[in-house]
């Protein structure tokens, strides 16, 4: 999914090219987490920005340092979890984007709606 191309001066990474994709940066505050969710239509690709950040894909929580990367995949449960510092994390979403396409599990906030 990410290509690297060597030159002489150094390399560029390619996330994305030529698809349909929503790009994003989200910021988690210390302490905090987002909930776990899933999306039924669209994949996402996480970039760790910075170090300090935390993945939890299913049952498992994996630390990411700056330029680590995940691919989360569509219906797979999964969040970001700060242990302790603010950290960014650049998001690229694959497929049809909706803010509402998520189902939450687990929200420390009360935003659940396993349901859905």
Not at 8 to 34: D, S
Not at 43 to 52: F, H, I, K, N, T
Request: proline share 2%; hydrophobic share 30%; net charge positive.
């Amino acid at each position: 999914m990410i290509y690297e191309e060597k030159r002489p001066w150094g390399l560029f990474k390619t996330y994305a090219f030529n698809e349909k994709c929503t790009v994003k940066i989200l910021e988690v505050n210390p302490k905090q987490q987002l909930s776990l969710q899933s999306h039924k239509k669209r994949s996402e690709l996480w970039v760790a920005l910075d170090d300090g950040c935390y993945v939890q894909i299913g049952n498992k929580i994996k630390k990411l340092v700056k330029g680590d990367f995940i691919i989360i995949k569509k219906r797979q449960k999964h969040r970001l979890i700060s242990k302790g510092k603010k950290f960014r994390v650049l998001e690229i979403s694959f497929g049809k984007f909706d803010e509402h396409d998520e189902i939450r599990y687990e929200d420390i906030y009360g935003r659940t709606n396993k349901n859905k």
